[in-house]
């Protein structure tokens, strides 16, 4: 099963919401069954500890960039 996170900012739930999302699927882990977490970022929260979690938890991460020109972009 997938669990996407993501919208707004999903690190501003704490470290803690994760720890006990993943304590809430390994106790409704079925024989067989596997959970793969991801998640949206656009990276400002995130420090070594968010890092050690995710890697530890093998989660799937996207990093957004936004870009904005400082003046127009002509073709």
């Known amino acids: 099963m997938t669990v ?24 409704y882990r079925r024989p067989g069954m596997t ?14 500890e968010w890092c050690e979690f995710l890697a530890a938890y093998d989660y799937l991460v996207g990093r957004r960039l936004w870009w904005r020109p400082q003046r127009p972009v002509r073709p």
């Open 4 to 27: 996407a996170w993501q919208g707004g900012k999903p690190t501003l739930m704490g470290l803690d919401f994760f720890r006990k999302a993943i304590e809430f699927q390994e106790h």
């Open 35 to 48: 959970f793969e977490n991801t998640m949206q970022t656009n990276g400002t929260l995130p420090d070594d």
